[in-house]
């Protein structure tokens, strides 16, 4: 019996390790072809730079106009989510407490935004934004991003959580004088905490990572978020490998940063809202 524990738990270890190779190989094609010269990508493409040119990045950070495009994505994704955790959590708070069918109704309806993509009303949603003098402006796009985009997935998510907060606390706020905002301010949304961090990790990688949206409604390059800027600097008959790949490293670093400075809070949503639920 050991020996066929043993023999079971190096299997699934080599398993594990070969699927992890799998999973790392284009991250490393990827990090490992910024350094290289095209000619030397096209030679050897897995194999390490025999000099460590580290000049692809500042070309591609030049190229892309690297600081105005990131202070668009920055501005798009704070207001957007700080918007969306707003607006969501009042929101849940309404439908998880109120009997009213009206209350019901609408949070179906914001289910089937979870269900139908928003890419079917793309031409709707043009002539509206048209139509607010809203084109080639970032309130247009956090707009979309918000309303069309995540705001049903942030709704369900604090809708479950708000589920879990015991409804005394409230009674009881009721009791000292409370009225329902204050009540929500002062009781319910401090505990939201888990919760809002992960909604607003979840959707602050949705809106940076949104590329369909910017390149529809931002035709004005000096309104360019960076992944219109990589996707400017791609050639229509052949690709530079070794400047597009420092392009897209330089756009997702913000992401990885906030990432690992974030995935703490990630982690105890979830555990969170499992031990709760």
Request: proline share 6%; glycine share 6%; charged share 10%.
């Amino acid at each position: 019996m050991i020996r066929t524990q043993k023999f079971k738990n190096v299997t699934f270890n080599c398993l594990y390790a070969i699927i992890g190779a799998v999973m790392l190989l284009p991250i490393y094609y990827l990090l490992v072809t910024t350094f290289k010269t095209p000619a030397e990508a096209t030679a050897r493409p897995l194999g390490l730079p025999t000099t460590w040119n580290f000049g692809n990045y500042i070309e591609a950070f030049t190229a892309m106009n690297y600081p105005r495009a990131f202070t668009n994505n920055l501005l798009i994704t704070g207001i957007a989510v700080i918007i969306l955790i707003l607006i969501s959590s009042m929101a849940a708070y309404v439908i998880a407490r109120s009997n009213r069918l009206i209350f019901k109704w609408m949070f179906s309806i914001f289910m089937v935004g979870l269900i139908i993509p928003f890419q079917i009303a793309i031409i709707p949603l043009y002539k509206i934004i048209a139509g607010l003098h809203l084109m080639n402006t970032l309130p247009g796009v956090i707009l979309i991003d918000v309303f069309c985009i995540n705001l049903p997935l942030s709704i369900f998510l604090f809708r479950g959580f708000i589920n879990t907060v015991p409804i005394e606390l409230e009674e009881a706020a009721a009791i000292d004088g409370y009225g329902t905002f204050r009540t929500f301010l002062s009781i319910i949304f401090p505990l939201l905490k888990p919760i809002v961090s992960t909604v607003a990790i979840l959707d602050a990688l949705a809106i940076w990572n949104d590329f369909l949206t910017p390149l529809l409604f931002l035709q004005d390059p000096r309104k360019a978020v960076l992944l219109q800027e990589v996707y400017k600097n791609v050639g229509p008959f052949s690709t530079d490998w070794t400047s597009f790949f420092p392009m897209l490293v330089l756009s997702t670093l913000p992401l990885v940063i906030f990432f690992l400075i974030m995935q703490k809070s990630i982690i105890d949503g979830v555990v969170a809202g499992a031990v709760k639920g």
